[in-house]
């Protein structure tokens, strides 16, 4: 495990399923985050679902001849479509493409960036889907050396290393453990809220709840019910992959499928629970695949809003049974994040996951629609197991500094995209930006 935030020790493959004997994965104590925060406060603003108004100072006739139609439509505020959509994921001219997302960023946040200070935690990773999901590094059989189940003290523990109160929120999400009751996750979520009241809970992909649900023999408005009754916050935005059965078949089959995802996120949004999407792109997925996907989500957020921020997820190769070996390029990484800002007309925020592009790409697609870097994450093994290099923490300045050397301005926020006071007067730039 690093030693600490400025450790940038690749995290090396902590067991390859395709080369051979693994070694067993001891839960390490993670050292003290340095920091001694005051205590969050939040200022209260709404989140805006509605669609990008237009944008007057967008000149069409300054993009080249394929782009023009949408710089056209982004100008008036007009939605784009499928063939739109398809464009975006095509065209050659991505620096113009940028260019058209980030006018679609600052109309609706100005020069402001987000983080927030938050912590993963992965209560297991022991999956019944461990061979369904063959995309996926992290999963494991109960048996395989490398599976690990935390008791409650366990992630107790592991939130308060963090600094406990400090942060503002616990990301949860794990594998679909076939003998643990969701009892076993209310309990977890009580003790937390009782040990971190000001810490939000963000908890449990649809995958999770789905699972949850079949295992329970209950709705999906019930298990939300009591799972939000033991304190759930939100729901993230894991799980989704690619919705189109072509693909799913290939990496995920036997999971959730799309209209099983998108109805516990609908259902969540009917219950006032917000949540994230995500999209993961880089293996097997054709264009038609990806744009499929996007207009659904917008479709859902059309019908039945609460989807905050939008995460592309780069696919990472390693350690998995999909037997594919690229990664992503730079490119394509900023092209999703651009696609998305354009197609995603009503999802407020799009994130920049800097676990999973690098910080350093994280920064430039500040330039090309993202507004938000994610947080200070702490601990991540979902893609450090499938061969991520990045660090596993940023501190809360190396976040700022990536924020203000891409030329934005940072602010810290919630959850939920609420600003953050801590101590001293609200910035009113930044609650505006946040409320516009
Ligand atoms: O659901 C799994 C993906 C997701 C691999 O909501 C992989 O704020 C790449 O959803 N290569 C979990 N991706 C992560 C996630 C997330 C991350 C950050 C923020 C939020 C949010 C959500 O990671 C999984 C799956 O789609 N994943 N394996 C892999 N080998």
Known sequence: MPSGPRDRRPVRLLYCRLRGAPPARPLQPIPAYPSSEPSPTVTAAPSPYERTPPIPEIDPARFPEPLRAIAAKVRGGERLDADDATLCQTTPHLLHLGRLADAVRRRRHGDVAYYNLNRHINPTNVCVYT?????????????EPHAWEMTHDEVYRRAAEQGGNEVTEFHIVGGLHPEWPMSWYEEMLRGLRERFP??????????????????EKLSIEEVLGRLREAGLGSLPGGGAEIFHPEVREVICDGKLDADEWI?????AHRMGIESNCTMLYGHVERVEHRVDHLLRLRALQDESPGFN????LAYHPENNY?????????SEDLR????ARLVLDNVPHVKAYWVMVTPKLAQVALRFGADDLDGTVVEE?????????????????ELERLVREAGFRPVERDTLYRPIER??????????????
């Not at 093994?381 to 300045?397: C, F, K, N, S, V």
């Open 198 to 215: 000001a810490v939000h809970l963000k908890a449990f992909t649809a995958i999770e709840i789905g699972w949850f649900a079949k295992r």
């Open 322 to 330: 999909l037997g594919l070996e690229h990664h992503t390029t730079g």
């Open 131 to 143: 061979y369904n999901c063959k995309f996926c590094s992290f999963a494991a059989l109960k048996d």
């Open 423 to 436: 101590g001293g007067a609200p910035e009113p730039a930044a609650a505006a930006a946040a409320t516009a």
């Open 336 to 339: 999703q994040i651009a696609t």
């Open 263 to 267: 109805e516990v996120h609908r259902v």
């Open 381 to 397: 093994t979902i893609y450090h197991m499938a061969g991520a290099e990045t660090a596993q923490q940023l501190t809360r300045g």
């Open 309 to 312: 921020a939008f995460i592309p």
